[in-house]
């Protein structure tokens, strides 16, 4: 990237609004149930990973720029090397996109743009064009701790990188409304896996639609199966005893007795 144009992206940032101390940095309402605590944790390192993972990048964008800020109106996001970055989609997810900074092409200068974006925006979405150097991951980790911005890793190198505490995994995707070798793509379900030292146990996971049929992200609602009768024997072997008739079997109360 051109000095001159870092300085101006430096400049830029200084200019708009800051961070604020928050307890969290904000995701949308269907990824607070598998993220731990309701949100990420400010200056931390997240991964994303699996199918779909892109999807997932424009999620968590959009749950920042839509729920951030100081007052909950709107936050801001830096999108680093991401030329495919679906700036309509992350909107019909409910991203602000006069709020998402991008730099497409960062160059061999995408630590330095980076470290920029990390002093003044939530969450920094950075695709690495190549493995990160310690001296890199060094900086860029503590510069996300002190400003609280979370730094969020997608792409081939994103495992490489040391100290990421959470990583968020889309597993078994299944698209809906191709029929017999036609139709039109208009959803996808997928399984969103939490995993890592920030996710403790056997993880978190939840069902979502990503995207929705409408564009924007929710849960998978599963229809509880209806009550039907089941002839023969039931669960443990136990016999299924049929009335003999319609009519409730009486019950009988000696009398003084009453039912309490």
Do not use: N
């Not at 968590?60 to 996001?77: F, I, K, M, N, T």
């Not at 495919?84 to 330095?112: I, K, N, Q, S, Y």
Request: hydrophobic fraction near 45%; charged fraction near 20%.
């Amino acid at each position: 990237m051109p000095e001159a144009a870092l300085r101006d992206l430096a400049s830029a940032l200084e200019a708009g609004p800051g961070t604020a101390p928050h307890a969290t940095v904000p995701v949308l309402p269907a990824l607070r149930t598998v993220v731990p605590g309701g949100g990420l944790r400010p200056g931390s390192v997240v991964g994303l990973d699996g199918p779909g993972a892109a999807s997932l990048g424009l999620a968590l964008a959009a749950g920042v720029s839509r729920h951030g800020g100081e007052d909950g109106a709107g936050g801001w996001c830096g999108v680093v090397g991401l030329p495919g970055f679906g700036v309509a989609a992350a909107a019909g997810m409910g991203a602000e996109p006069e709020r998402l900074l991008l730099v497409d092409e960062p160059g061999d200068r995408w630590p330095d743009v980076v470290a920029a974006l990390a002093e003044a925006v939530e969450l920094v979405l950075l695709c690495p064009p190549e493995r990160p150097g310690a001296a890199a991951v060094r900086r860029l980790s503590a510069l996300a701790r002190k400003h609280g911005c979370v730094l969020t890793l997608t792409g081939a190198f994103a495992r490489d990188w040391p100290g990421t505490r959470l990583r968020l995994r889309v597993q078994d995707p299944v698209w809906e409304g191709l029929a017999d070798g036609h139709g039109r793509l208009t959803g996808r379900r997928v399984q969103v896996v939490a995993e890592g030292r920030d996710a403790p146990g056997s993880g978190r996971r939840a069902s979502l639609w990503l995207p929705a049929p409408d564009g924007g992200v929710r849960p998978v609602e599963t229809a509880r199966p209806p009550l039907e009768l089941v002839p023969g024997a039931v669960a443990a072997g136990a016999p299924v005893h049929p009335r003999p008739s319609g009519v409730p079997p009486l019950v009988r109360v000696r009398a003084g007795e009453g039912i309490a």
